[in-house]
Every structure is written in C-alpha cells, then in structure tokens.
C-alpha cells in the first residue's frame, strides 16, 4: 500500500528538516477534510522540488482522492503541506 500524504510528509519532515518536532492539525466541516502537517525547520524551495517525483506523487495522491495538495515553504523559515480533500454522504 502506497503512503498517505500525511504519512509522506511526516517522514519527509522527520527526514529533512532538522527539527525534532512537528505539528499536525486535522479539521473537517460537513464538505471538506483538511490535513496539514508544519516544521519549522530547514525548508527548501517549493517550484524546485515540484519537478521531482515525491511531491509530484503526493499531488497524485491527493488528487486521486478527489483533493488538493499545497505547500508552502522557504529555505530556513520551515515547511506547510496542507491537504484539502471533499467528504460525500454515502
């Protein structure tokens, strides 16, 4: 089975950012389910990474669930990735 999003981006802030710790944060309403997980640590240029195959693959990830994927990032300020993904009534 493939990583979630949220799994993916914990093992590349556990990876890559030189902090001990980060931050989840879960919210839904009655149409959306966000997932978002912050560092504050290392960062690293979004536009440049967005050409490689790990946030290429989150994207696709997110996207074959209906959802979207952001992040949000700069060299030594940390990094935000935020899923956004449609809850239907079943």
């Given at each position: 089975m493939a990583p979630t999003n949220k799994s993916k981006s914990l093992t590349n802030?556990?990876?890559h950012s030189g902090e001990?710790?980060?931050?989840?944060?879960?919210?839904?309403?009655?149409?959306?389910?966000g997932v978002q997980?912050?560092?504050?640590g290392?960062?690293?240029d979004p536009a440049a990474a967005s050409r490689g195959a790990g946030?290429?693959?989150m994207?696709?990830?997110?996207?074959s669930l209906g959802g979207e994927l952001t992040i949000e990032s700069s060299p030594g300020v940390g990094t935000?990735?935020?899923?956004m993904f449609p809850?239907?009534?079943g």
């Open positions: 802030a556990a990876r001990a710790s980060v931050t989840v944060r879960v919210w839904a309403d009655a149409t959306t389910l997980v912050e560092d504050r290392a960062g690293f946030v290429a693959g994207r696709e990830r997110a996207a935000r990735v935020t899923s809850l239907v009534a």
